[in-house]
């Protein structure tokens, strides 16, 4: 099947005000393939993809779908010429029912509005049924995981009969085994004839899956490769211009005592009896599925989710938050999974978003005095090394990267002594992530504690001193840093210690 192309671009050029976005480059996939598209955050990869869904008009350049050259004017334009787009953020009505979902902006629908609910649940149950999955049609998404949610997505541009699918780092928010399962319907619909273009920075999904990678550097192309003739430190040179050694950047710091103590915390929901201690210098990292309590976790300890049983000590003292502001003055800090929702405001500047948490003390007698805001705000951007124009720079103009970094970095002048880190390098390239975890290390040299919550295993191997697996609401197992490997950590995370009949949970603590 791998012998037709679905897709050319051919000397694609984009021009934004003061930057080339895209000098040139050259782009292909056959029916039937899993091409990855790599680069860092900048490269170009976005660019390339919001031209060819419509988003973006090119400068210079020809596309060519099926063999036949296309002008793309709109993403509804996208849509008809067989090309859909599935973001990182999903683009679903949280109140519609994935029935419902699989058929807004439809064409069909358009033309005829009373289309039959009877239709509408049929023609999903096809989609369904060609995926080979099990998913709830009729409740509002907002009620599914993200797992589900992402199989609404994958069935609405099977249902716009997509033959070019573009998927924008699908599995960010996905665990292992979720992980496992897209794959499988990505191979189904590849064997079907889909395309897919497949961007992401997990290199190891990459060889997995793909069957050719194509990689950007700063909107120009390094290449493209059959999977089998390239091997990951060849890409990650091409992709950041060096090796990345040590990415991890862990240093042995000396701990201190107990900073944080939970003892069978609960929250009435999916938390049930946690128990964990956090020591100053000391990286507690997480893991379990998606579902797992994870986040809730790290909501609970903020104040977001109220505790309902159990207890929590800090530095000593006993700790309620009821609401962020208690943990706020506390020395609580929450780098939130959704940076963008919940961890800025993406229409202020970087000096703004970084002395929020200080605004209090930056506006005596109610009026704040915005020139010491803007000094605060540049020498803590600098520490962290925030890639800017200027503070004054809206923060939506930011990668990914330097968008997490100035959540970090409002919380520096809090001196915060507990750090709260949930997926905190989901969706950002090799070299902010290498980044991200040098200011990690740096935190922790300083005495703070942190709570590091990730779905990449890898990731928290090579970070965390201690590691903690959750499912169901429970810790389920902790590991050393000496002890662990992926391997052991994997098997509890897809099995966990459970006893299916009597619903009883042992906490495992797992040695070599």
């Keep these: 099947m791998m012998d037709k192309l679905a897709l050319e671009m051919n000397q694609i050029t984009k021009f934004f005000p003061g930057v080339l976005a895209l000098n040139a480059v050259d782009f292909s996939a056959y029916r039937g393939e899993v091409h990855a598209l790599v680069g860092e955050n900048g490269a170009g ?34 849509r008809l010429k067989g090309v859909s787009t599935i973001h990182q ?17 439809r064409e069909d629908v358009l033309k005829n509005p009373f289309i039959s609910r009877k239709k509408m649940q049929a023609e999903a149950q096809r989609v369904i049924d060609r995926l080979k999955i099990d998913l709830p049609l009729n409740i509002p998404v907002k009620h599914l995981s993200v797992a589900q949610q992402q199989m609404v997505a994958i069935a609405r541009t099977l249902a716009e009969d997509a033959q070019i699918l573009v998927m924008d780092e699908p599995t960010a928010r996905l665990a292992a085994h979720e992980i496992e399962r897209l794959f499988e319907i990505i191979r189904r619909l590849v064997s079907q004839g889909v395309t897919v273009i497949y961007i992401s920075h997990r290199l190891d999904e990459i060889f997995k899956l793909a069957n050719r990678i194509t990689v950007l550097k700063d909107g120009c192309l390094q290449g493209t490769f059959d999977v089998q003739d390239v091997k990951p430190p060849q890409l990650v040179r091409m992709m950041v211009g060096q090796g990345v050694e040590d990415r991890y950047h862990k240093v042995n710091v000396e701990k201190g005592g107990d900073l944080l103590i939970c003892e069978g915390i609960a929250d009435g929901k999916k938390l049930k009896d946690v128990s964990l201690k956090l020591r100053a210098g000391e990286i507690l990292g997480v893991v379990g599925p998606v579902g ?15 505790v309902t049983s159990g207890s929590l000590v800090l530095e000593g003292e006993r700790f309620t938050p009821r609401k962020p502001a208690d943990a706020i003055e506390r020395g ?15 229409h202020m500047d970087v000096s703004e978003n970084i002395t929020l948490p200080n605004i209090g003390r930056l506006s005596p007698w109610g009026f704040l ?31 990914g990267g330097n968008q997490q970094k100035v959540v970090v970095a409002k919380w520096l002048g809090k001196k915060s002594k507990v750090f709260l880190l949930d997926e905190p390098t989901a969706g950002i390239d090799v070299g902010a992530k290498a980044e991200i975890y040098q200011l990690v290390s740096n935190l922790v040299a300083g005495g703070a504690g942190v709570i590091f919550i990730s779905s990449e295993i890898p990731e928290v191997l090579g970070i965390a001193d201690r590691i903690l697996v959750m499912r169901s609401g429970r ?15 994997l098997t ?13 949970v042992e906490t495992e603590k797992v040695s070599g």
């Design 332 to 346: 609580v800090a929450l780098i939130p999974e959704d940076r963008r929702g919940e961890g800025l405001i993406m």
């Design 492 to 504: 509890v995370v897809l099995a966990g210690n459970v006893n299916v009949e009597t619903d009883n």
């Design 292 to 306: 797992s309590g994870r986040t809730e976790l790290v909501k609970a300890l903020y104040g977001t989710n109220r």
């Design 369 to 399: 005095r915005k020139r010491r805001e803007r000094k605060i705000g540049e020498e803590i951007a600098h520490q962290v090394d925030i890639r800017m124009s200027s503070s004054r720079q809206r923060v939506r103009y930011l990668s």
């Design 475 to 489: 810790v389920v197992a902790e590991f050393d840093r000496s002890e662990a490997t992926e391997e052991k950590i």
């Design 89 to 105: 953020e999903l683009n679903l009505v949280p109140f519609l029912t994935a029935t419902e979902n699989m058929w807004v902006g």
């Design 45 to 78: 990869k976005s660019t390339l993809i919001k031209i060819l869904s419509g988003i973006y008009k090119k400068d210079s350049g020809e596309i060519k779908i099926g063999g036949e050259v296309v002008e793309i004017a709109s993403p509804k334009d996208a």
